[in-house]
């Protein structure tokens, strides 16, 4: 972290700023201000970030009418119960796949009164059959659209590393989808 940021954060207690990139930080202000301007609300449903991107997200001032709400499913009980995701779609193809991710963020925009949601499930660290270190899958829709994925391969670099690279992908696809309007 260079010296600037941790001058301009100093004491600033209350949001992740002093811990993050100012490029992520950046990404985030710039989406806010973009739904700001076309009167789109945004939501998130969350697996491997548990929470960090709506905590992102609600760390920007006076944007809370640009966020909707946030998901933290990171069970696959959760995604079930709080996003709709059909248990037989886990168990054909797992938690982590393009097919969860997709089913995430549909319920996201069910559940909530966002235009724009993004989901995301994943491995942040190890993957239970050790090959799949770091796969994280996106889905972004814009009501009445479908959905947009995209996985990512971070390898194992571990949590912290995969967690903000997912931070970059996610603001990036709200971004596009609020853009596209």
Same mark, same amino acid.
């Given at each position: 972290?260079?010296?600037?940021?941790?001058?301009?954060?100093?004491?600033?207690?209350?949001?992740?700023?002093?811990?993050?990139?100012?490029?992520? !930080?950046?990404?985030?202000?710039?989406?806010?201000?973009?739904?700001?301007?076309?009167?789109?609300?945004?939501?998130?449903?969350?697996?491997?970030?548990?929470?960090?991107?709506?905590?992102?997200?609600?760390?920007? !001032?006076?944007?809370?009418?640009?966020?909707?709400?946030?998901? &933290?499913? @990171?069970?696959?009980?959760?995604?079930?119960?709080?996003?709709? &995701?059909?248990?037989?779609?886990?168990?054909?193809?797992?938690?982590?796949?393009?097919?969860?991710?997709?089913?995430?963020?549909?319920?996201?925009?069910? @559940?909530?009164?966002?235009?724009?949601?993004?989901?995301?499930?994943? @491995?942040?660290?190890?993957?239970?059959?050790?090959? !799949?270190?770091?796969?994280?899958?996106?889905?972004?829709?814009?009501?009445?659209?479908?959905?947009?994925?995209?996985? !990512?391969?971070?390898?194992? &670099?571990?949590?912290?590393?995969?967690?903000?690279?997912?931070?970059?992908?996610?603001?990036?696809?709200?971004?596009?989808?609020?853009?596209?309007?």
């Amino acid at each position: 972290m260079d010296d600037k940021k941790t001058q301009d954060h100093e004491g600033d207690a209350k949001t992740l700023s002093p811990l993050l990139p100012q490029d992520v !930080e950046d990404a985030a202000a710039t989406l806010l201000e973009a739904c700001c301007d076309a009167g789109i609300k945004v939501a998130t449903a969350e697996s491997c970030t548990g929470g960090l991107i709506a905590s992102l997200l609600t760390d920007v !001032e006076g944007a809370s009418h640009a966020f909707d709400r946030g998901f &933290v499913a @990171y069970s696959e009980d959760a995604k079930c119960a709080m996003l709709g &995701v059909r248990r037989d779609e886990i168990d054909r193809h797992g938690a982590v796949s393009e097919a969860v991710a997709k089913a995430m963020v549909r319920g996201a925009l069910e @559940y909530s009164g966002a235009d724009v949601a993004l989901a995301i499930t994943g @491995y942040a660290g190890a993957a239970p059959d050790g090959e !799949e270190d770091g796969l994280v899958h996106f889905a972004c829709m814009r009501r009445g659209g479908a959905p947009r994925h995209r996985a !990512e391969h971070f390898g194992p &670099v571990g949590r912290g590393p995969v967690r903000i690279g997912s931070l970059r992908i996610a603001l990036k696809m709200m971004r596009d989808a609020v853009d596209e309007h």
